[in-house]
């Protein structure tokens, strides 16, 4: 189309197109009232997908105050703003995060969980695993591990619960019990297996989405567990050499990287950031060392919770800060006010915006 052929005057529609896509998804909403086209953009498969792809990458931090039932969303450029889920008209605690979406499970309803994408505010209400009474036994309405996994190609999604089976009034045992939720098929699968590895609160929260498998990090930070979405199989992806040789004094996460599994390793004055480049032969690669001389009142107690290309987000008892990876540059951007009852990285998740549909 020429220009003088666009209604936008001397730009093309598809330049148009291309710059809308590189906007805020704020500034990106405010546009829709503009004509009929831009109102409907958001919600057209090329341009969610466009979107995806060129749009902004800047990670949002996800915080959740369980005692209040409150939401608050920390940006770098925006600052802090409150956030909602209340279009789901349901009190839910935030489980999982994954491409945009993100897996919730209610608090009045045990055992009902939602995808949602709180951009478009469109949820799915999933079908509960099992229709029999309640009773303590896991993973059906207390799951150890919960998992999200969104294809931003075949805009499939898979939520996972997995625990350890327990009779009532019997410690749990070493079946490790896998339910598999399919959108396409909106259906769960049940799989079993051995296993006696412990979780910690923060390997429960920290789960990452990379190449069909969902992984998180065991309770003895020796390797990474990795579960198949096609075959259902766990496996274990052995940590770096390095990480594992100094591991005794220090801390270990596990975050996403762009798609990629990251591991971050904190001793008393360094923080080192792997990526698994290659998932087939579990190769890992540094990607950064940083020193922690300009924030070392906090680094006893300091998490590491979302990253990017660009910055790392830590959280504290009562603090957000954001390091700069390339000015090399620490910036408070929250601190909570008076008592806290949980440390801000006992429920603080990362997220991405995007315009992906839940309900397909």
Known sequence: MSSSESPYGVLPIDIVIQILARLPVYSLFRCRSVCK????????????????????????????FPESSAFLSVDRFRGVSAFSLGFLNDKVKIRASCNGLLCCSS??????????????????????????PLTRCQPEYEATLVGLAFDPVSWKFNVVLAGFHRFFGHRPHGEFVSLVFDSETNSWSRSVSLMHDEFTHMNRCQVVFSCGFLHWLTHSCSYVLAFDLKSGVWGKILLPDEVLTTRSGSRVYLLELEGSVSVVQITEVWMSIWVLRNHDTEQWTLVDRVHLRCI????????????????????????ILIYNLKGKVWKEVYGANGTVTYPLWFSAYGFRSTLFPCHL
Not at 107 to 131: H, I, K, S
Not at 298 to 314: E, G, K
Request: proline share 8%.
């Open 107 to 132: 608090v009045r309803n045990r055992g009902v969980y939602y995808v949602c994408n709180p951009v478009t505010r469109e949820f799915r209400v999933l079908p509960r695993a099992r229709e029999r």
């Open 37 to 64: 086209l831009w109102n409907r953009l958001p919600f057209e498969k090329h341009f969610v997908d466009l979107y995806f792809r060129i749009g902004p990458k800047d990670p949002i931090l996800l915080l959740e």
């Open 296 to 319: 070392s009142v906090f680094a006893a107690s300091i998490f590491p919770v979302s990253q990017s290309r660009d910055v790392v987000f830590m959280a504290t008892q009562k603090k």
